[in-house]
């Protein structure tokens, strides 16, 4: 369970109203919340008007929650925003970045130089994206991606830890394969396995699953599923992630290619919270 937030806020968007929906989890209201404000590196002559701006909206902020100042870190850092949050939560070790994002198709994150963007591609770390254009709820029903990997297991496990501390929450698995395949005689299908190890594991944290099974984009499906069952939180394992040596570089084949996750970072009907690959976990 995250116990050191880092709050990247603009401003703008939903996110400080994902930040009370998750101190209303019992086992997040202990967490320690990091809020950053990034100074453009562009400033120039007006540092100091900036600065100061900064100051007053960071405090606006904390505001806002509904929190005493004594109880958020908050960080004013200059610099480039995309570089100065994953710095930053580097230097905090940070086990969750919250962020807004307008959830724009990969080739317009390309032309407009988007930070959650770029951001979403880098980071090792779980990340949950709060786009601008969502409604955010109370989080009761929460759907998980299963697809019988390591950081699938991270995902189910961290959803399974969130629905057990939300009274009446329910929890939703949903495995999509690309085509149907035929079990073997008086067999399971690779889907009817995943799913039912998931269903198993979800049990060891004293939590139900519910488990769906569908065929088709798996995109597509995802975002499907969660509008149906009224998810309030998608959590979904995400694999695609650049190469350690593409950092200074802008990834054009990832950002336009058929990334599954990034599908659902623009398309989900709610708050998406993904969850990485550990750095080191390749070979």
């Known amino acids: 369970m995250f116990r050191n937030l880092l709050i990247a806020d603009s401003g703008k968007g939903h996110v400080e109203e994902m930040v009370r929906m998750l101190r209303a989890i019992p086992a997040l209201r202990l967490a320690r919340l990091n809020l950053l404000h990034v100074v453009p590196e562009q400033v120039g002559n007006n540092f100091q008007e900036h600065w100061e701006k900064a100051a007053g909206m960071v405090a606006e902020s904390v505001q806002r929650l509904g929190l005493n100042p004594s109880e958020i870190n908050t960080i004013i850092r200059q610099g480039d925003t995309k570089q100065t949050v994953l710095k930053v939560a580097d230097e905090l070790d940070a086990d969750l970045i919250l962020m807004g994002s307008r959830g724009l198709s990969r080739l317009q994150s390309i032309l407009s130089n988007s930070t959650s963007q770029y951001i979403f591609q880098l980071s090792t770390r779980p990340m949950l994206l709060v786009r601008d254009d969502l409604y955010v709820r109370h989080i009761n029903r929460v759907m998980v991606t299963i697809d019988g990997t390591g950081v699938g297991d991270d995902a189910l496990k961290i959803a399974c830890e969130l629905v057990r501390e939300i009274p009446g929450g329910s929890l939703t698995g949903i495995h999509i394969s690309r085509q149907d395949i035929t079990p073997s005689r008086g067999g399971l299908s690779p889907a009817d396995e995943a799913l039912q190890k998931a269903v198993l594991r ?3 944290f004293g939590v139900e699953l519910k488990a769906i099974h569908t065929t088709g984009d798996i995109g597509r499906g995802v975002c499907a599923a969660a509008e149906a069952e009224k998810a309030d939180l998608l959590v979904i394992a995400s694999q ?31 708050p998406v919270l993904l969850v990485r690959e550990p750095e080191g976990s390749r070979a």
Request: hydrophobic share 45%.
């Open 240 to 270: 695609d992630r650049r190469p350690l040596v593409a950092r200074a570089l802008v990834d054009i084949d990832r950002l336009l290619g058929s990334s599954v996750s990034d599908y659902i970072r623009v398309h989900a009907p709610a």
């Open 202 to 204: 979800a049990r060891t």
